[in-house]
């Protein structure tokens, strides 16, 4: 099976990327300082609107492909005003249309996004942090804690850059499942969905295709609840009671499922869309008859659909992939209580498209002569949350060893965006 794989430096394919000098990207700047850029050298101010129309509808990536604009101005722009705030260390595709791009930051730290495409869907899964501070034991993320909040423009970037991959030039779906807990950065990620869902100045994505992942902040989730936008919300459980979540996601152990349920409930009634969960079923460890029981009966009577993501055993890490009765016995324990669930669909495999996968081994690989300069390492702790799912200042507790991330585990079932999209990270 071919795998596309390219290594490259943005400026060497023409790419309009940030330069080192730290001017200002096109991505970065409200319509105003754009306007004023303008103006300021001599040109009228509604080019601005002409250069947002190309980078954010009309998904034009290049200068060069901007005919409307004078080739003198088109020149300058290349010059002076670059496109993107990011620089691409790293593309790879496979041949089931998925891709993952690896992003370097202004600041030198990478990040990772990846679109996954169906016969009519082009699905973006973005990341809203550099790392992640929840900590949950099975996730390259989140090894090494979280080191920044990204910005909106950051996020906006990720669309773009995926959308520029997408067969038919358009994203569908937007899944916030990468790196980091979208919530714990939720003012920025509210401001670059607003420029994503933008009908006539933005990428034109509807609200209810969007769907946001948490580990589970209660507050956090209300404050979704109450923002009146019309996002789908996921929330990742992996463990039907506290002791086990405990171990599985180690934040748990200052909030607790209560608290998260009790915030996703609100988020039901507040909004009438129905909450999706996360469970990625470990061998042996929360795949058990008892655990499919524990799991049935905490979610019976809710109007909740659940996500089975079968882990895949990596040597390294203290978990095992289910086998298949505990996989099935999961299903129908489920359905038997009236609840929704699916297996989710693997994609990306061959390309470590699960989430944080192939930034961590670009951590970890030292760059050859001439290859892309990779992040600084990261902290080596998580950040902790307080029981309302706010933050709090970092300290270095809970500290968990470095190992490598596997894929998730190869399922076939009915498509739904949320489970098609998510197939290629790791929540
Ligand atoms: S699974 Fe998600 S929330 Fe958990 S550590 Fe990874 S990125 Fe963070």
Redesign the pocket.
Known sequence: MTISLSLVEARATGDSSADASGSPAVVEMPAEELQRWFVQRGEPSWRAHQLRRHLFQRGTTDYAAMTDLPLALRQQLQQQLPLFATTLVQHRSAPDGTHKLVLRLRDGHLIECVLIQEQDRATACISTQVG?????V?????LAGVVRNLTAAEMVEQLLRLRACARRGRLTHIVV?????PLANLQQLLEALRIACDPRQGLGISQRHVTI???GLPARIRQLADSGHHYHLAV?LHAPNDSLRNRI?PTNRKIGIAAILSAADYFFQRTGRQVTYEYVLLGGLNDTAACARELSQLLAGRKAHVNLIPWNDVPGLPYLRPDSRAIERMIRTLRQAGISVKVRKRKGAQIDAA??QLRRQLISTPPSPGSPTVSPALPDFPQPIDPQGDIIPVTPSALRPLSSMPPVAPQSEPSDPLTDAAAAT??
């Open positions: 992640c501070g929840m900590g949950c099975f996730c390259a993320s989140g499942m990468g790196m980091g807990e992942s948490t580990v990742s996601v989430c944080g790791a929540r």
